[in-house]
């Protein structure tokens, strides 16, 4: 993918908030999903299901939804490109991994109420709290929807923090952060998360 200057870059996603929905390609899931839900290419808001649903300009990139309003999918794929162009500024993507990693991810947007044992961004261990979202490997997130907010009031960028991060390290995203038993995790890292919120957040997404 490459690099964005600012210009070209707010120009392209521009466009893409009128475009995107005329994009397509080939399409399948790439793997099998827990839920018995109905996959398609494009969000039915007819159907009462749960649906899995391509995400435009990325490959094989899916996500599932129990409501076609709350996230789009182009809204999800705009998202991703903000991610990937501020990480490619300040982290860079020279072997294009975390742009592979983001082609073939799966992301699911069901509300539940899920307590784990985990780390906040400080490090310090936290039990039976309530999260917001879950990197459940390199290449599937969880992400609980806000009530009534746009994507950028989600944990959704945080959780693709940890999806690049696992990517590149092969082993884990940094599950406690900022704290000292995993690396990979720094005030860099939480500072891109702030400025793509933002920006997304500016233009309603």
């Known amino acids: 993918?490459?690099?964005f200057n600012n210009r070209l870059f707010?120009?392209?996603?521009?466009?893409?908030?009128f475009l995107i929905s005329c994009i397509s390609g080939p399409w399948q899931p790439k793997r099998p999903s827990s839920h018995s839900a109905v996959v398609?290419?494009?969000?039915?808001?007819?159907?009462?299901?749960?649906?899995?649903?391509?995400?435009p300009v990325f490959s094989q990139t899916w996500q599932i939804v129990e409501d076609c309003d709350k996230y789009p999918s182009e809204a999800v794929a705009i998202a991703m490109i903000f991610f990937y162009n501020d990480w490619t500024i300040h982290f860079?993507?020279?072997?294009?991994?975390?742009?592979?990693?983001?082609?073939s991810l799966l992301v699911e947007w069901v509300d539940r109420e899920r307590l784990?044992?985990?780390?906040?961004?400080?490090?310090?261990?936290?039990q039976r709290a309530k999260a917001s979202g879950i990197t459940l490997?390199?290449?599937?997130?969880?992400?609980?929807?806000?009530?009534?907010?746009?994507i950028c009031e989600t944990s959704f960028i945080h959780e693709l923090v940890h999806v690049a991060i696992w990517s590149i390290k092969g082993t884990d995203g940094d599950p406690d952060h900022l704290g000292?038993?995993?690396l990979g995790w720094t005030v860099d890292h939480s500072a891109l998360i702030q400025r793509v919120n933002d920006q997304l957040c500016a233009l309603g997404i």
């Open 1 to 3: 993918m490459g690099r």
């Open 137 to 150: 490997t390199k290449s599937m997130v969880w992400v609980r929807p806000s009530l009534e907010g746009p």
């Open 40 to 55: 398609t290419e494009r969000c039915n808001p007819y159907k009462t299901d749960i649906q899995m649903i391509k995400l």
């Open 180 to 182: 000292t038993k995993y």
């Open 116 to 126: 784990v044992s985990g780390h906040d961004i400080t490090g310090r261990l936290q």
């Open 10 to 17: 707010f120009v392209a996603a521009g466009l893409l908030l």
């Open 92 to 103: 860079g993507d020279d072997r294009g991994m975390i742009w592979r990693t983001l082609n």
